[in-house]
């Protein structure tokens, strides 16, 4: 079963536009992670944040952690056509080495 | 980032019938991990694979229908066993390289008739 719940399930919005997907989870994490996945394809890692992190850029991509409400949001300021994807975010707890996924999101970047 | 392939991309299996999916990494990793996306959803562990030990499975998910192989610390397999439509997924491996970020094969797209 899932960690935790993604919301939106679904985002739509204009090209250029900034994209905020937010992540909640239940246990205690080692560290949380982004992933983006295009048509039921692979997954593609964005970015990494550990429990002792509060937030984390690359790129286009900032990502935040709040382990004391246990939820990471992901933002993609000035988005594009091809960010459309589905949006995970996956965490790994404290004492094992597994992801257990949250619900997804996916956005849809218009242009 | 390594590099972690998988074959078949995709197959198309009568019911009843099995399947084995391989999955190769570039790069020598311990532990080896196996997920199920079925259409629309996230994903769901099936198991994790150790080199020279019996696969540990998640709940919900048995030995017998979803035997797993690691025989070297670059490779491992997952067979599909009697297979019905509701096994109609993706299935994706994953190797944990680099430290702590895991990184996927492309995934196996897999419709039962």
């Known amino acids: 079963s899932q960690q935790g719940e993604e919301d939106p399930q679904a985002l739509s919005i204009q090209e250029g536009e900034n994209a905020t997907m937010n992540c909640s989870y239940k246990?205690?994490?080692?560290?949380l992670q982004w992933y983006r996945q295009n048509s039921g394809r692979g997954l593609v890692h964005l970015i990494l944040?550990?429990?002792?992190?509060r937030e984390k850029h690359s790129g286009r991509l900032r990502v935040t952690l709040d382990t004391s409400k246990k939820s990471s949001s992901l933002l993609i300021t000035a988005s594009r056509a091809a960010d459309t994807a589905s949006y995970f975010c996956?965490?790994?707890?404290?004492?094992?080495?597994?992801?257990?996924f949250g619900s997804g999101t996916q956005l849809t970047v218009l242009p | 980032s390594a590099v972690i392939s998988q074959k078949p991309s995709r197959d198309i299996c009568q019911r009843g019938t099995s399947l084995t999916i391989q999955c190769q990494v570039d790069?020598?990793?311990?532990?080896m991990f196996w997920y199920r996306q079925q259409p629309g959803q996230s994903l769901t562990l099936i198991a994790t694979?150790?080199?020279?030990?019996?696969?540990?499975?998640e709940s919900g998910f048995v030995i017998d229908k979803f035997p797993i192989s690691r025989p070297n610390l670059t490779f491992s397999t997952l067979t599909v066993s009697n297979m019905s439509p509701e096994d109609s997924s993706i299935y994706l491996c994953?190797?944990?390289?680099?430290?702590?970020?895991?990184?996927f094969g492309p995934g196996t797209r897999l419709l039962v008739l």
């Open positions: 994953s190797a944990d390289l680099e430290g702590e970020t895991q990184y």
């Open positions: 246990t205690s994490i080692n560290n």
């Open positions: 944040i550990r429990s002792n992190e």
């Open positions: 996956a965490t790994v707890p404290r004492s094992a080495r597994q992801l257990t």
């Open positions: 790069s020598q990793v311990t532990m």
């Open positions: 694979a150790n080199q020279g030990s019996e696969a540990t499975y």
